[in-house]
């Protein structure tokens, strides 16, 4: 028997559905070529995406575990897959309540302007925010407690020297989305060109 399964009575009962205040609270695992994408609900609401181990397989994506009920949870899983499969996709998911402060969510936003196939620096983006260069750092740490990768496409923020430095999941993991994007690495490392202004 998995660990994702305990007996309740003569059935099983996969563990994710827990209850919390009376509403439904479970996960459900998207398996793409670099590993598997957990997509956490509470209700029928997003409140964190978790990338799991970097895992390259040649592999079809695919859904394993529950399926959300809700008209949302299921567009946005047909989202992350047509993602993964190279088609356009786009997201319109609202970072959860009370998570972060206003900057922090100040900053995700902008992240989330930075388009697909696109990257910026930590600097780059510290400037946007109308914050001196200085803040990149500061911009950098908020950037890396993002609850919602991907949706919020932190993957394409990089250091100021092209490094991929900086992504919860793992450089790897950075490394790989951005490709997928078609950006352009050398040596694992994309061109920043001097922040302007």
């Known amino acids: 028997m998995s660990d994702d399964r305990e007996i309740r009575g003569t059935f099983y009962r996969p563990k994710v559905y827990d209850q ?6 479970a996960s459900t695992d998207v398996v ?7 997509i956490c609900w509470h209700d029928d609401t997003v409140i964190n995406i978790v990338l799991g181990p970097f895992d390259p397989e040649e592999r079809r994506v695919t859904v ?3 399926m959300p009920p809700h008209p949302e949870g299921q567009a946005l899983i047909a989202q992350f897959m047509r993602y993964f ?12 309540e009370d998570v972060g402060t206003d900057f922090h969510r100040l900053v995700w936003a902008a992240v989330r302007e930075v388009p697909q196939g696109s990257y910026e620096s930590y600097g780059q983006l510290a400037l946007r925010l109308g914050l001196p260069m200085g803040r990149a750092r500061n911009v950098g740490n908020i950037v890396a407690q ?11 923020i990089v250091a100021s ?15 790989a989305l951005l490709l997928h994007e078609g950006v352009t690495l ?3 490392r994309v061109q920043v060109d001097p922040p302007t202004g």
């Open 20 to 25: 919390v205040n009376n509403t439904l609270t």
């Open 32 to 38: 793409t070529q670099f590993g598997t994408v957990r």
């Open 64 to 66: 394993r575990r529950f």
């Open 85 to 96: 499969i190279g088609k356009p996709s786009s997201f319109d998911v609202p970072l959860p």
């Open 146 to 156: 993002n609850p919602l990768p991907i949706i919020y496409p932190c993957h394409r």
């Open 161 to 175: 020297t092209g490094a991929l430095t900086g992504y919860s999941a793992g450089p790897h993991w950075k490394k």
């Open 186 to 188: 050398h040596n694992d």
